[in-house]
């Protein structure tokens, strides 16, 4: 079975500062703008790229607020490896269909498909706020995967609610989802989170 390709860059042109074993990047969209124009970015196919800690897919991440309280759900979804693990981000791989001529644009577009999948009845196109990056290279998991982690601000008047994925999905203070078992990522999205403007 073919696995339709996802948006990659090689770990060899990433700025080694972007890359901490464990740790979250504070990062202006500008800088990260200027970067992604000059950027190796590649389509491959998934299956080819999971196994190969040389290419870093991207993977837009989104911490979602509503009055206050963060988007929290436990782990199901295509990633078993996350199984049972609770999680404050949205996201998942840059795909074809999000693909623009401008970088930017398709890692926007994708983090945008993402929420309407994962969050329907939130009110779209959604702010985006690019917080920073996200990296872990001590797991399988995280050897293959760079976090671009954006902030959204759900100005509804209720919470929006989840989509098939999503499964148990619950609003919480920050510290109350910090002190679940959450995913590493998560984690380390919160560190951004907890600095944003």
């Keep these: 079975m073919t696995q339709a390709p996802i948006l990659v860059v090689p770990r060899a042109a990433l700025p080694q500062a972007w890359l901490p074993e464990l740790g979250a990047v504070a990062l202006n969209e ?36 509503h009055r206050g309280r963060l988007a929290t759900y436990r782990r199901a979804g295509t990633e078993n490896r996350l199984h049972g693990l609770w999680s404050v981000g949205i996201g998942g791989h840059i795909d074809r269909t999000d693909a623009t001529s401008v970088p930017w644009d398709t890692i926007q577009q994708a983090a945008l498909r993402e929420l309407a999948e994962e969050l329907p009845d939130l009110p779209q196109p959604a702010v985006l706020r690019f917080l920073g990056l996200i990296n872990e290279d001590e797991t399988p998991v995280g050897r293959v995967h760079l976090g671009l982690v954006f902030g959204v601000d759900a100005k509804t008047p209720e919470p929006p609610t989840a989509g098939e994925e999503l499964r148990d999905l619950r609003w919480l203070d920050p510290d109350a989802a910090a002190a679940l078992s959450l995913e590493r990522w998560s984690r380390l999205a919160l560190h951004l989170w907890v600095g944003k403007p």
């Design 30 to 65: 500008i800088d990260l703008v200027r970067w992604l124009n000059q950027a190796p970015l590649a389509w491959r196919p998934r299956a080819e790229v999971e196994p190969d800690p040389g290419y870093k897919q991207l993977i837009p991440y989104l911490l979602v607020d």
